[in-house]
């Protein structure tokens, strides 16, 4: 089956700094990836859409010099949360849509991102 | 816009009873409906998906739901409970022909010996 991989699966770092989250898909090319944001015991909530090749298009509420995509090829999506405060933390879930259309996201394993 | 209502953020069963997970959702035309399972400090794992075919859609580990549009419900149940069933599960719709999904607030399946 159509497997995403997410990296890195938990990460711990100082108020400041920036870290980068990258998704990618391993069985197939994705034009279109998405960000999610989950807290705890709450649904996922999306925050920007990563397409390939343009922009990303980013959720009302959303900082985009906060958090970075990139989406430099059709299998890695990209997400830096720059200047990262104890906030942020959370846990932060890809997915990927096969160029397919009618197939569904695929969801990697998720991030969990702790700011000390 | 699109929606979906999962009813009950908690539901208890015993080992071996019936499992159902309700989901209604809100939309002006014929959409795509999910269901999505997530075990602690992971991604989502699709279960099943509505994608205007059959009503009844068969899933993965006996876990099955059924459209019913003059409901606007797409309820996830399954026969008999499993203690490895206990996850939180999420509802989804997305609009034909957009990729965004939207999500319900999920429900939590606690599943007793």
Redesign the interface.
């Known amino acids: 089956g159509a497997v995403?991989s997410?990296h890195p699966s938990r990460v711990i770092c100082k108020s400041g700094t920036s870290v980068k989250i990258e998704c990618r898909s391993l069985d197939f090319q994705a034009t279109?990836m998405?960000w999610y944001r989950q807290f705890p015991?709450?649904?996922?909530m999306?925050m920007a859409?990563s397409n390939e090749g343009s922009k990303a298009t980013y959720e009302q509420g959303v900082e985009k010099d906060k958090f970075l995509i990139n989406h430099a090829s059709l299998t890695l999506s990209t997400l830096t949360v720059t200047s990262a405060h104890p906030e942020d933390s959370s846990?932060y879930?890809c997915?990927a849509?096969p160029t397919d259309?009618?197939q569904?996201?695929?969801?990697?394993?998720?991030t969990?991102l702790s700011i000390l | 816009a699109q929606s979906v209502t999962q009813l009950g953020s908690h539901v208890s069963v015993s080992e071996g009873a019936l499992v159902l997970l309700r989901c209604n959702y809100s939309s002006s035309v014929p959409p795509y409906l999910?269901w999505?399972v997530q075990y602690p400090?992971?991604?989502?794992?699709?279960l099943l998906?509505y994608?205007s075919a059959a009503t009844l859609v068969k899933g993965i580990n006996g876990f099955e739901a059924e459209f019913k549009k003059s409901e606007t419900s797409f309820h996830l149940t399954k026969p008999s409970a499993h203690m490895s069933d206990a996850a939180e599960y999420?509802c989804a719709v997305r609009d034909t022909g957009f990729?965004?999904?939207v999500?319900?607030?999920?429900t939590?399946l606690l599943v007793s010996p």
């Open positions: 995403v997410q279109t998405f015991k709450q649904s996922l999306l859409t846990f879930i997915s849509v259309s009618n569904p996201q695929h969801f990697g394993d998720g969990r | 999910f999505y400090n992971q991604g989502l794992q699709l998906k994608t999420f990729q965004k999904l999500f319900g607030t999920g939590r």
